[in-house]
């Protein structure tokens, strides 16, 4: 790989290596990316980190990230939320997908918002006038985002 990978790429790789192997610090993280040939100084995969929203689990000493779950990557300020407050009047999830429905001329705005938040769990979006299509990887990721947005 490049060592002049863009962000995008380099968050992917993060993500799948902290899905594979237990990755407990910063350092850590640099070092793993290092091996597979790619520059990453400690303030980068800082704000990498901070913008995957990974969190620490584990017991106490053997904590090492991971990818949050579904409900704890939406905060209330996100601009999806509040989009999501304002326009959405509906939605029904079957199997791996979700439609959510919106106001009007609303639906590519709703899409194109949730597409920059680049979560791993949604394999692709559509949108029309006033409907937005998720797809997921698979049923049980559909219920959970189904229900974060229902609670919101």
């Known amino acids: 790989m490049s060592p002049s990978i ?19 610090t910063q350092e850590d993280l640099a070092a793993r990316l290092r ?3 790619l520059k990453a100084t400690q303030s980068t995969v800082s704000r990498d980190i ?15 990230y991971a990818l949050p779950a579904i ?10 939320v509040t989009m999501y407050r304002q326009i959405v009047v509906g939605m029904d999830q079957a199997t791996n997908m979700i ?4 106001e009007p001329g609303m639906a590519q705005a709703f899409c194109a918002t949730m597409d920059k938040l680049n979560w791993e769990e949604i ?5 029309g006038e ?23």
Do not use: W
Request: aromatic share 4%.
């Open 99 to 102: 439609v959510i429905h919106t």
């Open 35 to 37: 091996e597979l040939g």
């Open 71 to 80: 409900k704890t990557k939406l905060k209330p300020s996100d601009p999806l």
């Open 50 to 64: 901070q913008a995957l929203r990974l969190i620490k689990q584990g017991a106490a000493g053997a904590k090492y």
């Open 130 to 152: 006033d409907t937005v299509l998720l797809i997921t990887k698979n049923e049980e990721t559909a219920r959970e985002i189904y229900q974060t947005f229902h609670d919101l």
């Open 6 to 24: 863009n962000t995008k790429k380099r968050r992917e790789i993060i993500r799948d290596l902290i899905l594979k192997e237990k990755i407990g």
């Open 123 to 127: 394999v692709g979006t559509l949108a």
